[in-house]
C-alpha cells in the first residue's frame, strides 16, 4: 500500500476533483483514483525504458510482418519470437506439442499468462492492397501491414514489457508467461483450452493483447457454427414431379432464420445475438437433376444468456426445420506440429463483472501509468478469451494496440505510440494485479 510514486506532475488530485464536481459518475471507476493505488509504480521510469525500446519494437513488428503465418503454418513466426524472447531475458521458453510459445519471467505464486495469436488472416486479393502486405511500411508513425493490428504488434509489446520487467526490477509474487498461441483465425480458444488442460499450468488470470485501442475489454459475445441438411430425392430434372427437391423446402428454413433474427435477445452490454445464413449448397449428381440433399451454413452470435442448447433448439423449433438435421460443426484441423486436437465450433460467450479483481487491476494500471482510468468497454469480434474464459473459467481481459476495425482488412496498421503505451501497460500490470488481489482479500 505505499504511495503511488507519480512523478513530477500528479496529475490524480485535480482530475479526480474534477470528476466529483459533477452530479453524476463520469466513470464507474473514478472511486479508484481516490484510492490508494494499491501498487508503486514509477511510471516516469516505466515510460522512458519503454519509450527507449520503441525502434527495438518496430524492428520486431516488422520482422514478424515479413513472415507469413495462416493458422497451421506458425512454425517460422514462433521460431522468430523465440529468439527475441531469449535474447531480452526470459528466465524460459519452451514450445509445448501443439507448437505454443510459453516463455516465462520470474516464479511467483500468482500465474498471469498474458497471450498473443500467432497466426494472421491470408492478405486475399494482392491487387487490393495499397503496399505490401509482408512488408511492414513505417509511415506518418504507423507500421502497416497484414497482422500489423492483429496481433503481431501486441507480441512486440509483450516481448518488449519482458525486457522491462526484468531491466528495472518489477518482479513479485507471480509468474508471467508470454504465449504464442497457435490457430486463433481458424478455431479461436483452441490453443487455450489445450494450454489450461494440457500443458499443466493453473492461470490465475489472462490478458489479452488483441486490439483494443489501448482500451480495457472485458468480454464479448460469444458464436457458433451451425449447419442445417435437408434431404429430398434426386431426379432428372426433366421430371421434377418424380423427385423431392430440398431446395424448395430449405428456401421456407431460410426465411424463418431471417425472421428468427429480428427476434433475438439484446443485452445492455454485449448487445444482441444474431443469426445470419452465409452459406447454401445443394448435392446434386448433376445440373440437370432435382437434387437429393441441401445444407445452409449459419454463423450464430451469441449474446448473454445465450447457449450452445438454446441456439440449437431455436433452429431446432422452426416450421421449416421439420425433419432436418442440426449440426454444430467441429474443427479437427492438425497444428503445425501435426496435433490435432478437436473442438466443436461452439465459442461461449464471455463477460467479467465490471467489479472483479481483474478489471479493477487494469484500471488501477492505467490510471497508475496515465492519472486517469481507461475507457472499459468489449470486443465486436471474437477472440481467445472464448478458450480461456467461455470454456475454462479463467478471469480474461483484453487491453492490446491497435484498433480492432482494421484487423483483416487492407488498411490493417497500427499506431508506433501504442506499441510503447502497450508495453507500459504490460510491464506495469503483473505488480498491480498481485498488489489489487491482496486488497481484496484482506
Ligand atoms: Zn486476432
Not at 528466465?91 to 510459445?101: A, F, K, S, T, Y
Not at 445464413?277 to 440437370?288: E, F, G, H, Q, Y
Request: charged fraction near 25%; include cysteine; glycine fraction near 10%.
Amino acid at each position: 500500500m505505499g504511495a503511488l510514486k507519480l512523478g513530477r506532475h500528479t496529475a490524480r488530485a485535480p482530475l479526480v476533483g474534477a470528476l466529483k464536481l459533477g452530479r453524476h459518475k463520469a466513470c464507474p471507476y473514478e472511486d479508484m483514483m481516490a484510492a490508494p493505488q494499491p501498487a508503486p509504480l514509477d511510471r516516469e521510469r516505466i515510460a522512458a525504458a519503454a519509450q527507449a525500446c520503441e525502434a527495438d519494437m518496430v524492428r520486431f513488428l516488422r520482422d514478424l510482418i515479413a513472415i507469413p503465418a495462416e493458422s497451421c503454418h506458425e512454425g517460422p513466426v514462433v521460431e522468430r519470437i523465440r529468439r527475441e524472447m531469449k535474447q531480452v531475458g526470459f528466465d524460459e521458453i519452451r514450445v509445448d506439442p501443439m507448437g505454443n510459445l510459453l516463455g516465462r519471467i520470474g516464479s511467483g505464486k500468482k500465474i498471469i499468462m498474458m497471450d498473443s495469436h500467432t497466426d494472421t488472416v491470408g492478405v486475399g486479393d494482392p491487387n487490393e492492397w495499397s503496399w505490401d502486405p509482408y512488408k511492414g511500411k513505417v509511415e506518418d508513425g504507423f507500421v502497416y501491414g497484414r497482422g500489423a493490428s492483429d496481433q503481431r504488434a501486441g507480441m512486440a509489446s509483450l516481448v518488449y514489457a519482458g525486457k522491462i520487467i526484468k531491466q528495472l526490477g518489477l518482479l513479485g509474487d507471480y509468474t508471467l508467461y508470454v504465449v504464442g498461441s497457435v490457430q486463433e483465425e481458424d478455431c479461436d480458444g483452441l490453443a487455450w483450452v489445450y494450454i489450461l488442460k494440457e500443458d499443466g499450468i493453473r492461470a490465475d488470470c489472462v490478458v489479452l493483447t488483441e486490439p483494443t485501442n489501448l482500451r480495457v475489454y472485458r468480454g464479448h459475445r460469444g458464436r457458433m457454427e451451425i449447419e442445417v441438411h435437408i434431404r429430398g430425392r434426386s431426379c432428372h430434372a426433366s421430371a421434377p414431379e418424380r423427385g423431392d427437391n430440398p431446395i424448395y423446402k430449405m428456401t421456407m428454413l431460410v426465411r424463418e432464420v431471417e425472421e428468427l433474427n429480428t427476434r433475438l435477445r439484446t443485452d445492455s452490454f454485449l448487445g444482441k445475438g444474431t443469426v445470419a445464413v452465409t452459406d447454401i449448397r445443394a448435392m446434386s449428381p448433376s445440373l440437370c437433376a432435382v437434387p437429393g440433399a441441401c445444407t445452409i451454413h449459419l454463423d450464430r452470435r451469441l449474446t448473454a444468456g445465450e447457449t450452445r442448447e438454446s441456439a440449437v433448439g431455436e433452429v431446432k423449433a422452426l416450421a421449416g426445420a421439420k425433419g432436418a438435421e442440426v449440426e454444430v460443426l467441429r474443427y479437427e484441423q492438425p497444428s503445425y506440429t501435426g496435433l490435432a486436437y478437436p473442438m466443436e465450433k461452439y465459442y461461449p460467450t464471455w463477460v467479467l463483472e465490471e467489479n472483479d479483481p481483474l478489471v479493477q487491476a487494469a484500471v488501477s494500471t492505467h490510471v497508475a501509468l496515465h492519472g486517469k482510468p481507461p475507457v472499459v468497454d468489449k470486443w465486436t469480434f471474437s477472440t481467445n478469451g472464448v478458450g480461456s474464459m467461455g470454456i475454462m473459467g479463467v478471469p480474461t481481459i483484453g487491453f492490446g494496440p491497435g484498433e480492432e476495425d482494421v484487423a483483416h482488412s487492407v488498411k490493417e496498421r497500427v499506431p508506433i505510440h501504442h506499441l510503447v503505451e502497450a508495453a507500459q501497460f504490460y510491464a506495469a500490470f503483473p505488480l498491480t494485479y498481485v498488489a489489487t488481489l491482496r486488497n481484496f482479500r484482506g
